[in-house]
């Protein structure tokens, strides 16, 4: 048993006041942590660079660019013998017309040459690990610096507050994270980060029967902010629906998977405001969000530099959509220069109305994922049940398939190194989340192939969302088929 398992353990029995505590005082180390003087620094620049023209811009990302680039070279393994076998050197990549000498990297790429990406100068330890389970469900690593966690915040804020929201506002969040145990019946459902104002709900108990518990509570604490998965938003959306009722919010922010636009409209009809939905992937090298006009996803340039190929790697026209390479500006721990996010999206040729500098993404054609409906009728988020994949090093990809309310098959291929303990740990994480009642069987199989757009689907639900009186068939039933590699 690890730390963090031991801490997890204890966390559980403690009772919900204690719980508080111990999430005000995380909350309030982290807090002492992000909001430093460099943070505001950064929060103000961006808020001024947000309206420099697209040429000041591009300026000011072509010196960031000129500064990693030598940084890489003298500190970063890896593309110190990128450069020599090019015959390269610092001075040749001038600005990011020249990007092109250089070559495109994988999380393959990541993974075979790990600590060579990191760099010399840094120790290993100063650096934060994060990780992803990505939009196939393969666990994947990587490691930020302090630097890149600064901006990666003041970015964050930045887009929080195109929505009106400002830190201090109290707010909700519906996320990953396990905050109530799961085997809880009754209210409370959620737990309070005092020194943040806020308020976390358990994305573990979207029962019918627990969700006014969710709404009495926001309305109890005044909370008009909420920041969620699409679809927990949408979930609480629909009890409002399904009741006929209203509950005003000033602004929803949405993150980490597709919004939908059948999710957008319930959403912001039911909690009486817009959207503001972002995508800022793990890796720390794209970041874009809508603005209060809401006419696409402003693509942060000031984060990283973003490209967008055809197949053949050669820069496709404005509008048109194209497999997307980003460099990430900021983390000198682990620089990534040219990596390909595994996402497909467009670079609009329109401007928006707000008059800010940054351009507009086309619609992001990323994971379109289904709802796993339990037995109970609970609704579970497919993104909650990525965490049970995050640490499991032996898995390469996987696939989770509901076949019955009771009955969730997960499609595994296995790396290397692969043991009856790795099916021991990520069954106990997956029944953590999914409860006892539902049987959770493993299935090893050679590979798991995209769907017809390219994309993984990564839970295929085959069961219709129970709520209330009514049913409502998954959203993607019509192509609810398991695509099979031929
Ligand atoms: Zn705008």
Known sequence: MNIMSIVDAVYKVLPPFIQNMAISYYGYKIKKERFNSSFYDKFIFFDESQYYSSIDLMHYQDKALCHLIKYAYENVPYYNRVFEKRKLKPYDIKNQMDLYKLPIITKKDIRENFNDFISTKKSKKNLKLGHTSGTTGTPFEILWDSNIEEVNNAILWRHRSWGGFNFGNKYATLLGRSIVPSNRQRPPFHRINYPWHQYLFSSFHLADKNLEYYFEEFDKQDIRFLEAYPSTAYILAQYLEQHNLFYEMKAVF???????PIQREIIEKRFCCKVFD?????????????????????????????EILDE????????????????????????????EIGDICSIQEKTCSCGRGLPLLGPITTKAEDIVVLPSGKMVSSSVLTHPFKPMKNIEKSQLIQEDYDQVRVKLVKRPGYSDDDTRILVEGLTERLGQEVEISIEFVQDIAPGPNGKYRWVISRVPIVLGSGKIENLYNEDNKEHVKE
């Open 278 to 306: 972002y995508y800022g992937s793990a890796e720390r090298v794209m970041f874009s969000g809508e603005c209060e006009k809401h006419e696409g996803h402003h693509l942060c340039l000031e984060y990283g530099i973003t």
């Open 254 to 260: 949405t993150s980490s998977e597709t919004l939908l």
């Open 312 to 339: 053949k790697g050669e820069p496709v026209s404005t509008g048109q959509y194209g497999k997307t390479v980003c460099t990430g500006l900021y983390n000198y721990g682990m620089p990534l220069i040219r990596y």
